[in-house]
């Protein structure tokens, strides 16, 4: 029997008491968790999945349940980070508002019993992961088996996706700008349907996040719908830059956010405030003002890391919208007040990423730039890659020598901060821990983000190099 709807807001408060009481009671949970740079595509893609998947009907293409009773309870949404790191991305902030939420409504991995535990056991839990296609670790260690269902626009691993999901979730891994656009268009007959058997049947039962009442359902199911809708379209334009990156956006992409834009427009309190050049403006500005935060907390803020190979590489990217002369400045403001940065033989900058890489075990740390120069107006990037283990410098060296041509790499910096791992390089004083060989590029394929460069690094530290 399907559950009665309500706003995203109450969906939300309800999906953790849930989540709470299973842990509590040890029952079975279906949870929808994004990837673990947590962006705003993957906080997007998994609420719509997790509300659309609890409150719409199966979808005809759906494999039916081999077990109704789970699949057809609530799927509860998850933020791959902690809590504490949800203020630490102002886009979040910016958007939440226009779905009538805040950051406290948003579930995290706080949310989880910490560490291995029996309270949350693997077999009384399903994952559908959304905007990634492998549960990494540490989740992975627990309940990379218990994935049963994907939607994603990264490269497919088959080596470790489950190529038959089972109980009604779908398998849908193809490209496209946003991972939220998949999600949508695969429940648009669903949210469809949703709507119009509200509205018909009453199914709002007079709901509110407020303590005001409401006679008629037809406006409260429109304004629920175009909450939900502004929701999603915030994730599909950042990251297709309002539709005009031509490498990046697809007739997916479009097509999803004509369909989002009708169910705003159909609600008369939320058509008459919409203008879409300024609502992604507003959160493209949101997503870029990083300038009040630390350095650790840029290298964190949008961060991926992978296990490659027989050696177990664990390789950390660092996602960051300003250049690398900005974080070295940053950094070098900061070391004054720092006793640990300050007295360092190595640069502050290359001491915060040490740091970084350091607590997370990291065998290569890497940071991509992107950003507007100002010289030409134009887009850029950069490349930072170290190998913390010197055991890995061979495999960067042949990532370079294998892609740097097609990713147009040149020489940054003067070289200034590249080192061979040899202690020839800046940062390499004596007594410190031996690392391997540094390198640092401007990239000039500026179409090439961490979701096409990621995958041809972690095949050279698995040992073949890349394709090129």
């Known amino acids: 029997m399907a559950l009665p709807r309500t706003s995203l807001r109450s969906f939300l408060s309800h999906a953790r008491s849930t989540l709470h009481s299973a842990i509590d009671r040890s029952q079975p949970v279906n949870l929808v968790i994004g990837n673990e740079s947590a962006d705003l595509d993957s906080l997007t893609s998994s609420i719509l999945y997790a509300y659309l998947r609890s409150y719409a009907p199966l979808l005809p293409s759906s494999r039916r349940p081999t077990n109704p009773s ?10 791959n980070v902690p809590a504490a790191d949800i203020s630490i991305r102002p886009e979040f902030l910016t958007l ?17 019993p910490p560490g291995p535990s029996s309270r949350l056991s693997p077999e009384n839990t399903r994952w559908i ?59 648009r007959a669903a949210w469809d349907q949703l ?33 939900l809708a502004y929701f999603a379209l915030g994730a599909i334009l950042v990251d297709t830059s309002n539709l005009t990156s031509i490498p990046k956006t697809t007739p997916k992409d479009r097509e999803a956010v004509s369909y989002l834009e009708s169910k705003i427009l ?52 660092s996602s960051v919208v300003r250049p690398l002369e900005w974080l070295i400045r940053k950094a070098d403001s900061s070391s004054a007040s720092s006793e640990e940065t300050s007295s360092s033989s190595s640069t502050p900058f290359l001491a915060h990423l040490l740091t970084h890489a350091r607590h997370r075990s990291l065998s290569v740390a890497s940071i991509m730039t992107t950003f507007t120069d100002p010289s030409t107006d134009r887009s850029a990037r950069e490349l930072f890659l170290w190998a913390l283990d010197p055991s890995a410098s061979e495999h960067l060296r042949m ?6 041509e097609d990713l147009g790499l040149e020489g940054w910096g003067k070289g200034v901060l590249d080192s061979d791992g040899n202690g020839d390089g800046e940062g390499e004083g004596e007594g410190e821990e031996k690392t391997g060989v540094r390198m640092v590029f401007r990239q000039r394929d500026t179409t090439k983000s961490r979701k096409q460069v990621a995958p041809l690094l972690r095949r050279a530290l698995a040992g073949d190099g890349g394709d090129g």
């Open 70 to 79: 789970t699949a057809q309870q609530l799927h509860i949404p998850l933020l």
């Open 96 to 112: 939440l508002p226009y779905a009538n939420l805040s950051e406290s409504h948003l579930l995290t991995l706080d949310d989880l």
């Open 129 to 187: 992961l959304t905007d990634h296609n492998v549960l990494q670790p540490p989740l992975a260690t627990l309940y990379g088996s218990r994935v049963v269902g994907v939607i994603d626009h990264h490269e497919e691993e088959t080596s470790a996706i489950p190529q038959s999901v089972e109980e009604g979730e779908p398998r849908i891994i193809e490209k496209c700008g946003s991972c939220t656009s998949l999600v949508t268009l695969h429940f």
């Open 195 to 227: 709507s119009a058997a509200a509205v018909s049947s009453g199914g709002a039962h007079g709901q509110s996040d407020t303590n005001e009442g409401i006679i008629d359902d037809g406006p409260y199911v429109k304004t629920w719908d175009a909450q």
């Open 266 to 317: 159909a609600s008369s309190t939320h058509a008459a405030q919409y203008d879409r050049k300024a609502f992604f403006r507003q959160l493209n500005k949101a997503k870029k003002d990083i300038d009040r935060l630390s350095v650790p907390d840029v290298l964190r803020k949008d961060y991926k890391q992978w296990v490659e190979g027989p050696h177990s590489y664990r390789i950390g990217i």
């Open 399 to 404: 990532f370079v020598e294998r892609n740097g």
